[in-house]
């Protein structure tokens, strides 16, 4: 079904169609907040496969009771 989707001329099609709709200064702005957006997902899951020390479970735990 989605065989041949990203073709180069396809994926130049859809570049050419953002850069109309958005505009140079725009698109840039997206791809920057795009990728820091990336980036921040990237380092949410390799916190989350990080294993917590004993001090950094006690110290979640009194954030939970005080906030």
Do not use: C, N
């Amino acid at each position: 079904m989605f065989e041949g989707l990203f073709q180069p001329m396809h994926l130049l099609l859809i570049l050419v169609i953002a850069l109309i709709v958005f505009g140079p200064g725009k698109l840039g702005d997206i791809g920057g907040q795009l990728g820091k957006g990336i980036r921040e997902f990237k380092k949410s899951l390799q916190e989350l496969d990080k294993p917590e020390t004993p001090a950094e479970t006690k110290k979640m735990d009194s954030e939970k009771i005080a906030g």
